[in-house]
């Protein structure tokens, strides 16, 4: 339980950078939505489920503009960031399944993660997530800079940014982290003198030529003749 407590609340943060909540569409560029038809900044959490009790409470969020909390969802409904909650309420979901697996008969897991999902979607909705961010945009983009926001990603370009931005992410992070692991066992192998038992542990080392094979004579060739034997001295 502690590791699937650890799991959760430090291995969540490696793709919330990827992970939204479904927004509400806001203004068009340039343009704000009437107070009237604005949504209002709302908590970070929801109320709990009945059935699990109430979801821990949370600091009340900062109050937004209705205005500009609007631009702020429509920014983050073309730029795929709405989706957050969803893909983090997904992956943590799928980390429970996974570490409860390990623990619970097939049968039994997938009630398990019946219920789980049940309560924990009633507890903290992906919107949540959505609701808590937009405080943090209007804390660091005034609402002119919202708008320029909006109109450079509602053009090719900006759409073309949503689209490929997270596989250029993903693949400078794979790039990055071959390097430094090469690096790194580079080293390690560097030290195994000193340290015999890093010998043990690493892998072979691959990166060695092997010595080439000799090479084999050409078809048709006649073989060469045997060496003749030396003379003895006399």
Do not use: C, W
Request: hydrophobic share 40%.
């Amino acid at each position: 339980m502690i590791a699937l407590i650890a799991m959760i609340a430090f291995g969540a943060g490696s793709g919330f950078a990827q992970a939204p909540a479904a927004g509400a569409p806001g203004s068009a560029p340039g343009q704000t939505a009437p107070a009237s038809q604005a949504k209002p900044a709302q908590s970070a959490t929801a109320p709990g489920a009945a059935a699990g009790g109430a979801a821990p409470s949370a600091a009340p969020a900062e109050k937004v503009d209705p205005s500009k909390d609007a631009a702020i969802r429509h920014l983050m409904e073309i730029t795929d960031t709405s989706k957050m909650g969803d893909r983090i309420s997904n992956m943590i979901t799928m980390r429970v399944r996974s570490v409860m697996s390990q623990s619970l008969p097939q049968d039994q897991l997938d009630k398990f993660m019946e219920t789980f999902s049940d309560k924990f979607s009633a507890g903290a909705p992906p919107s949540a997530i959505t609701d808590a961010i937009i405080p943090i945009y209007a804390r660091h983009f005034s609402m002119e800079d919202i708008q320029n926001l909006i109109q450079f990603y509602e053009s090719p370009l900006g759409q073309r940014v949503v689209k490929t931005l997270p596989l250029v992410a993903q693949e400078s992070q794979e790039t990055g982290l071959e390097l430094d692991q090469n690096a790194a066992m580079h080293v390690l192998r560097g030290m195994s003198d000193d340290y015999p038992q890093l010998k043990q542990i690493l892998p072979p080392d691959n990166s060695k030529p092997e010595a080439a094979p000799a090479p084999k004579p050409a078809p048709g060739a006649a073989p060469a003749p045997p060496a003749a034997p030396s003379k003895p001295q006399q």
